[in-house]
């Protein structure tokens, strides 16, 4: 609230006045982090005012890379809500910056022309992102990456498509470049040195690094100098390199570095050198006057990593509430936020004529390790394609502790190192130091996490709530876990039924359950009978509320496509590159040449780069634009084929082989009871995507065994499977029954799939539901009753009426909903993750 405080009213915020009147500059990690610290050690000491520059509250920075890729939503990277500030006597005042620093008054000055007085004033400004000087610097289209509103301008870029040049081979660079590419957009990365992330990777782990990145599509130069940005009518055109290479480019992210913010600090007459000069205590020039975090520096150090932040922040908390310990400057680690790339660096791997260097490669599987020694004390470490014992490492290291007597088996790993290969992985996480770091994000502590557990926390979720170990990007789970089992034992930790999602307190069984019980028919009052805690949900809850809805109330209620994945929203499924697969559905695998012209004339006049046969019996065309995907399902349509749903939560594929009609070992026509199966269950909804098979005979050609429902023939009837899973776990299907005639396998069929409906969780595949519940369960479901069979096949018919009526699922002939009118709806909730 940007008002300006009358005189009398200065220092007690709206509140009655708590202490000594504590203001803080800057509501980032550190500033908040620093009140955190504060508070835990005496809450009723200040009277706090927090100033910050952005419109909202303390989120993760760090976690931006994570939602300009779609895999976190901005309420999920949220570390302090309103509810903190409120719980804290905090009076926050968002998007007013403060411009000035009156050190005689006491007092700081906001951009509206506020005055707010101090006692205590914190400095926590943190960095600018650095602006390399070129011509066109100040185009339109030139964007940085240090907070919300740059990842706002790279979707709204990202949007529109065309292509990206990110300036800047750093971690920052990188991980813009991975979003950006996610989203769609072609991608280069211009890096002046020979090697990305030179500061923390040596030239073979950045080999390895730009190898895997230009496999997923991304174009990397390096030694290569920005020396324009050239414009067209004002916006961004294309980059200029200084050997006269021209790079097309919609938007240009400057990636190229940080300095200290240290303007204010500057003004106001503090010791600045290239950052706010600050002793042991975080204690600035002025008495009166702390700062803390990345616009700071300490004997000579400015740190631009979250880590050294915590330790700078436990410091300054001790000295403002009396316990002065003093911070002795951090050694740093780095993990790079992309997905399916494992990469650690920590300390000095420059090596020299005293260090000696221990390196492993294991080219087949993408390893590379080197652990530079000297006087047998770890100096620096870098780890790529195996970041398992990054926290050993970086334990020995921060230690300085000798390796003498593990010298042979150190570049194994700590496995090795403690004594043997199958070293219980429990046990290496308990030989850790009480501070070894376990969390980077969040600056928590093998003690802490220890601490936390043995004060009442029995699970990973208590464990996140309490000490927020793995709140955040969630690498360091598996040493949680680890830590909850070593501490409580194995039978003690609690791994019960989950809540549904952090928003509530109910678990899937107890919402679905609530839903027909209090007859709640729409999202917002569901989460207001049951006491969400959060306003709008998020993108865990709001799909699972939305299909938990749809299989209540078939026919009532109104299918919410702001509560679907990016993927159900477009009818098509998102690549790595940002393009999308298109799949049109081929009932049973029959098609016949006016689809295939059909499929043939689409993917040229929509340049799908790859066109494959799917293990599903479909054709799936590869690298369509997003702006081509209402043309491309358009054309379709107007040729009779409607979606094959490989994006689904919902019927996949009917895998059929020839059967009886071509086949001199078929038993039944398999091709046709396929073909009825699929039109009889397409367009469905379900928990999680739903496959189905009909094999001809034992010989089971259409693998039938390891699908959701598979039915093979035989001479006397037809074999019903259930269960079946090919995926990561594969799991052969429980032989459900046998029947005699091609209605009694489709009545079968039709209720296990009403009974997986109503009562597996979503998300939850067939396999682990008949695993939790039971086949002997699932066989009394069914059986126990002669009627239950028929009901639960009348029940899918009846909600199937109106699955196939939803615009999602795209019904054929001449009730077909037009795909791409609805492709058209307005941008849905940013909640939901644009990756499925």
Not at 228 to 239: H, L, N, R, W, Y
Request: proline share 3%; charged share 25%.
């Amino acid at each position: 609230m940007n008002v300006t405080i009358a005189p009398d009213m200065k220092g007690t915020h709206g509140v009655l006045s708590r202490g000594r009147r504590l203001v803080v500059i800057g509501n980032g990690m550190a500033g908040c982090r620093a009140v955190e610290e504060i508070l835990s050690r005496d809450g009723t000491r200040f009277d706090v005012t927090i100033f910050g520059a952005e419109p909202r509250v303390n989120y993760n920075r760090i976690m931006l890379s994570p939602v300009l890729a779609g895999e976190k939503t901005f309420e999920e990277i949220v570390i302090n809500g309103q509810d903190w500030y409120d719980d804290n006597h905090i009076q926050l005042v968002s998007g007013d910056p403060v411009v000035g620093i009156d050190r005689q008054q006491k007092h700081v000055i906001t951009r509206s022309g506020r005055i707010e007085n101090y006692d205590t004033l914190l400095i926590a400004t943190g960095s600018d992102p650095f602006i390399i000087p070129v011509p066109g610097k100040d185009l339109d289209g030139v964007v940085t990456f240090r907070d919300l509103d740059d990842v706002d301008k790279m979707l709204t870029a990202a949007e529109k498509g065309g292509s990206a040049v990110v300036i800047g081979g750093g971690l920052l660079g990188l991980e813009a470049a991975h979003g950006l590419s996610l989203r769609g957009m072609d991608v280069t990365v211009v890096h002046l040195m020979p090697t990305l992330m030179e500061r923390q990777l040596d030239e073979a782990a950045g080999y390895l690094l730009k190898a895997e990145l230009e496999k997923r599509g991304q174009t990397i130069l390096t030694s290569a100098n920005t020396k324009e940005i050239v414009g067209k009518d004002g916006k961004v055109s294309a980059v200029l390199l200084e050997d006269g290479t021209v790079i097309p480019a919609e938007i240009v992210v400057m990636a190229a570095g940080i300095r200290p913010a240290t303007g204010l600090a500057k003004e106001a007459g503090l010791d600045v050198e290239r950052g706010i000069l600050v002793d042991d205590h975080m204690v600035t020039s002025d008495p009166d006057i702390l700062a803390v975090g990345e616009c700071v520096q300490h004997r000579g150090l400015c740190y631009g990593l979250v880590a050294p932040l915590w330790d700078m922040c436990r410091s300054l908390a001790d000295y403002a509430t009396d316990t002065p310990s003093g911070y002795g400057g951090s050694v740093t680690s780095t993990k790079l936020k992309v997905s399916g790339i494992d990469l650690f660096s920590a300390g000095d791997f420059t090596s020299g004529e005293d260090c000696e260097d221990i390196v492993m490669r294991d080219a087949s599987r993408g390893i590379y390790k080197r652990v530079v020694v000297k006087d047998s004390k770890i100096v620096g470490a870098v780890l790529y394609g195996d970041t398992a014992d990054g926290n050993w490492y970086f334990d020995l290291l921060k230690k300085e502790k000798d390796i003498s007597d593990i010298r042979e088996a150190l570049i194994f790993g700590q496995a090795f190192a403690s004594g043997g290969a199958t070293l219980d992985p429990n046990a290496a996480v308990a030989a850790l130091s009480d501070d070894a770091e376990i969390c980077g994000c969040n600056g928590v502590s093998k003690g802490q996490v220890v601490s936390c557990i043995n004060n009442g926390a029995r699970s990973l979720d208590a464990v996140r709530s309490t000490c927020k170990a793995s709140a955040s990007c969630g690498s360091c789970t598996g040493l949680v876990e680890s830590l909850l089992a070593v501490t409580l034992g194995e039978d003690a930790v609690e791994t019960g039924p989950k809540t549904m999602c952090k928003c509530t307190s109910f678990t899937h069984d107890d919402v679905r359950a609530l839903i027909l019980e209090k007859n709640l028919k729409a999202i917002p009052q569901v989460m207001q009978e049951l006491h969400w805690s959060t306003p709008d949900g998020c993108s865990s809850c709001r799909p699972a509320l939305n299909y938990y809805l749809l299989c209540a109330w078939p026919g009532d209620y109104v299918d919410d496509q702001k509560s679907r994945f990016v993927n159900e929203r477009l009818h098509a499924n998102i690549q790595k590159d940002g393009t999308y697969s298109v799949v049109p559905r081929m009932w049973g695998g029959i098609t016949s040449p006016k689809e295939l012209r059909a499929i043939a004339d689409a993917a040229e006049k929509y340049q799908a780069r790859l066109v494959k046969v799917t293990g599903g019996q479909r054709i799936d065309l590869f690298g369509i634009k997003k702006e081509d995907l209402p043309g491309i399902w358009a054309d379709l349509n107007a040729a009779g084929m409607v979606s094959g749903h490989a994006y689904g939560k919902s019927l996949r594929t009917v895998k059929t082989c020839v059967g009886s009609e071509w086949c001199r070992f078929g038993t039944q026509d398999s091709t046709g009871l396929g073909v009825q199966i699929e039109r009889m269950t397409w367009g469905s909804w379900m928990p999680h995507k739903f496959k189905i098979a009909v094999s001809g005979c034992p010989r089971n050609c259409a693998e039938a065994t390891i699908k959701d429902f598979g039915i093979v023939c035989v001479d006397s009837g037809y074999e019903l499977h259930v269960g079946g899973n090919g995926g990561i776990h594969v799991r052969a299907t429980d032989l459900l029954c046998k029947v005699e005639t091609e209605q009694e396998a489709m009545e079968h069929c039709a209720a296990f799939i009403q009974l997986y409906r109503e009562d597996a969780r979503y998300l939850e595949r067939t396999a682990p539901w008949i695993e939790r519940k039971g086949l002997d369960w699932l066989k009394e479901a069914l059986f126990s009753d002669p009627n239950t069979v028929n009901e639960l096949a009348r029940r899918f018919r009846n909600s199937q009426r109106f699955s196939q009526d939803d615009p999602w699922a795209q019904r054929a002939g001449g009730e077909r909903a037009d795909l791409h009118s609805h492709l058209a709806e307005v941008r849905p909730l940013q909640i939901i993750s644009e990756v499925a």
